[in-house]
Each structure stands twice: as C-alpha cells, then as structure tokens.
C-alpha cells in the first residue's frame, strides 16, 4: 500500500539518457524533496485550512486510488493497473487488437505475453529504421480493465453494480466467453507523473482540471453554472484548476467502460454507491502506510473512515453542505458580478470534484 510520486524511476531514466549521449553532463539531480508545484486549493475556497483537511485530502485520495469498490465489477481500481512501480506487470490478457480490431494471428485474447512477442515492430537492424521489418503488428501491449457490460444501477451496500453482461464483446472473446476488456495504449507509471504539466500519452489530461472531464478549458463543466441575465451569461461556467493534470486525467477511469466502469455509468452513482461503502472495505491496509496507516482498525479489513468523513474533514463546506451552499450563492449575487455562480445541487456530483481532487493529490 505504499506509493511515494517522489523516487528515482524518471531520475534514472534521465540519467541513462545523459550517459549515453556522449557528452560529459553532471546527473541530474534527484527529484526527492524537489517541490511538487500544486495549487492553492484554500486560497481557491476549495479546501478547508489546516495540516488536518490536508492530512484528510491526501488520506481520501490515497483510499479512493486503492479502493477496488471504485469499480463497476467491485474489484477494479486505478492501482489495479498502476500496481507495480505505478505501471503494470501482469502478462495474461494484456492485448489490445490495435485500430483493425483483429488480434494477430497467433496471439488472441487472454493469451500471455511473452518476451520474444517484443519488439512489435521488428527491425533487423535496431537503431536502423531503414532497415528491413522483421515483423510488426499495430496490437497492443497494455493493461486489461472490466468486462463488457452496460450499467443497469448501483445496489445499495454493495460494491458490484447491477449490469447486463450478455453482449458480445468480440474481439475479447474466447470460445464464445468474454473476456475483460484491454485498452489500446501501453499503461506508463504513475510515479512522478506529478510533474507532468499535462498527462497522457497525448498531453490530453489538461494542465487545468475543469472539474468535469480531462480536456481542461475546452470542456464543460457541470460543476458549476453561471446564472447570469442572457443566455451567453448561463449554463455551465468555466473553471480552472491549475496544476491539475493528474485532477484531469483521474475523471476518465472511473466511467470507462474499458477501464473500471459499466457503460452508461455517472458520476451521481460512482459518488452514491462509494459514500455507502466503508472506505476500503474489501482490502487489508498495511498499518504502517505512511498515509492510511493511522485510519487502520485493530483487527479486519477496510479504514476506521468512511468517504463522507473524509470529504467533510478536507473540502469546505460549500461542496457537501447544502445551508452553506445557499449561503455561497447569496455572498456571489451581492458582489454584482454579472456571472453570480450558483452550484449546481452538488450533493453526491460534488463527489466528482472532491474524489479526484483527492485522488490525485500529489502527496499520495
Ligand atoms: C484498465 C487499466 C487502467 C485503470 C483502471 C486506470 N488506468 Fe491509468 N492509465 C492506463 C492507461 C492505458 C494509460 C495511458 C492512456 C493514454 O495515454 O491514453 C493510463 C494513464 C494514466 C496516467 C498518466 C501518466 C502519464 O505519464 O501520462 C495516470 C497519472 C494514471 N493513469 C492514473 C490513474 C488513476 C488515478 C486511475 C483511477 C482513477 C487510473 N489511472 C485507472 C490504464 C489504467
């Protein structure tokens, strides 16, 4: 259960790098202690103030990475496929068809990896890409996720969401039975990806988390709504979180249906079926987790804690206080700012917000 964002995989990376370039550079220096650049999520009126609420952010994301209970099926997290050094080293079902949707011949689904499967594209000549191909193939090496399914409800108490499995998931099928999906990119670690101003293969988990999706300020938001006097001043409002690129990419698992969800699943249940379920509950916590080792009970599995008091201990009260909520919306309209922010009913949404705020603290 320990994950430090903080150690020498991209160092040593970076240090391979300068010694085989050829020129005579210095190491790098080590990331460790270097500062993680975060945003002021207190001055932003976001999170509570105090070594407390921040002790409780980074506890809440910390849970909610691990938590299997996260996925549809009650056993996928995001650790599931960032398990070993942040990245992924099962070997079974790791194939992804590539963009023609057919396996290559002679590895399919559910098949194991081997080591003479690399490189996928063979040069004869490594270093030489002139040289003659070997053998290639556009699959993919990557992570599995769920099995195909489509999102019926959640089951109060209960980590597996109700869904229908009876689809045909072709190409993951194996005589006649589906197996878990697997997605089409290679699954990079999570160390360090702190400090990645964008993240992804792509750079798409934007730099501003809009509290919505991972596009940044080009997205919507349904987190919060302008109600100002024309149409152009209502509807959802802009916002940016900055340094919020792992914020941004942390809302595309949860709800992808390759990932950890059912398709056809929303935020509002993610947050309903997680605020009933003792944070954790399924999974043995190691008691002297930097972070979660305090919140471990004497004897069992699971946290002392639960998500509600998590989220109340780190966010203002603005976010899960509906008296407040008002409050907030009156202080706004007295400031005569043409576009007054009115919240939408956060509720159990607001957990949308505040779980990848969490989730992707940086401390984690
Ligand atoms: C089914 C496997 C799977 C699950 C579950 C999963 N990830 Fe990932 N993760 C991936 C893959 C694949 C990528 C690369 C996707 C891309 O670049 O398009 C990725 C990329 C990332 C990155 C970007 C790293 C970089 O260097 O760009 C981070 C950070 C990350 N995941 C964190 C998470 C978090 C947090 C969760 C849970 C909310 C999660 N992952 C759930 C497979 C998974």
């Known amino acids: 259960m320990k994950l430090s964002f903080k150690i020498f995989p991209t160092v040593l990376f970076l240090g391979g790098l300068a010694g085989t370039s050829g020129f005579a550079q210095a190491p790098p220096a080590s990331l460790k202690g270097f500062p993680v650049p975060e945003p002021d999520l207190v001055a932003m009126g976001i999170a509570k103030p105090g070594a407390a609420a921040k002790l409780a952010l980074q506890q809440l994301g910390k849970a909610l990475y691990w938590d299997m209970q996260a996925g549809s099926d009650g056993r996928t997290a995001c650790a599931s496929c960032h398990f070993h050094a942040g990245a992924d080293h099962r070997d079974k079902n790791q194939r992804n068809p590539g963009h023609d949707g057919v396996f290559s011949e002679h590895e399919g689904a559910n098949s194991t990896v081997k080591t003479s499967d690399f490189p996928l594209h063979h040069l004869a000549v490594k270093d030489d890409r002139h040289s003659h191909v070997v053998s290639d193939t556009n699959d993919r090496v990557s992570s599995q996720g769920v099995f195909r399914s489509d999102f019926l409800d959640i089951v109060a108490g209960n980590a597996v969401d109700s869904a229908n499995f009876a689809i045909d998931d072709t190409p993951f099928r194996v005589a006649g039975v589906n197996v878990?999906?697997?997605?089409?990119?290679?699954?990079?670690?999570?160390?360090?990806?702190?400090?990645?101003?964008?993240?992804?293969?792509?750079?798409?988990?934007?730099?501003?988390?809009?509290?919505?999706?991972?596009?940044?300020?080009?997205?919507?938001?349904?987190?919060?709504?302008?109600?100002?006097?024309?149409?152009?001043?209502?509807?959802?409002?802009?916002?940016?979180?900055?340094?919020?690129?792992?914020?941004?990419?942390?809302?595309?698992?949860?709800?992808?249906?390759?990932?950890?969800?059912?398709?056809?699943?929303?935020?509002?249940?993610?947050?309903?079926?997680?605020?009933?379920?003792?944070?954790?509950?399924?999974?043995?916590?190691?008691?002297?987790?930097?972070?979660?080792?305090?919140?471990?009970?004497?004897?069992?599995?699971?946290?002392?804690?639960?998500?509600?008091?998590?989220?109340?201990?780190?966010?203002?009260?603005?976010?899960?206080?509906?008296?407040?909520?008002?409050?907030?919306?009156?202080?706004?309209?007295?400031?005569?700012?043409?576009?007054?922010?009115?919240?939408?009913?956060?509720?159990?949404?607001?957990?949308?917000?505040?779980?990848?705020?969490?989730?992707?603290?940086?401390?984690?």
């Open 180 to 364: 878990r999906r697997v997605e089409p990119r290679n699954t990079p670690t999570v160390i360090n990806a702190v400090f990645n101003r964008d993240n992804f293969w792509d750079g798409r988990a934007d730099f501003c988390f809009n509290g919505s999706n991972p596009r940044g300020p080009s997205g919507t938001t349904n987190i919060i709504k302008m109600v100002g006097q024309t149409p152009r001043q209502q509807g959802p409002a802009p916002i940016c979180i900055p340094f919020s690129s792992l914020a941004s990419q942390a809302v595309g698992p949860p709800l992808s249906a390759f990932e950890m969800s059912a398709a056809g699943r929303n935020w509002r249940k993610v947050g309903e079926k997680l605020l009933h379920l003792p944070a954790l509950a399924p999974q043995r916590v190691d008691p002297t987790d930097s972070l979660l080792g305090p919140l471990v009970p004497a004897s069992g599995p699971g946290l002392t804690t639960t998500y509600r008091a998590l989220i109340q201990a780190a966010f203002d009260p603005d976010y899960w206080d509906d008296p407040q909520e008002h409050s907030f919306r009156r202080q706004r309209k007295r400031s005569g700012n043409w576009h007054a922010r009115e919240r939408e009913p956060v509720h159990v949404d607001g957990v949308q917000l505040l779980a990848v705020l969490g989730a992707c603290h940086p401390e984690v």
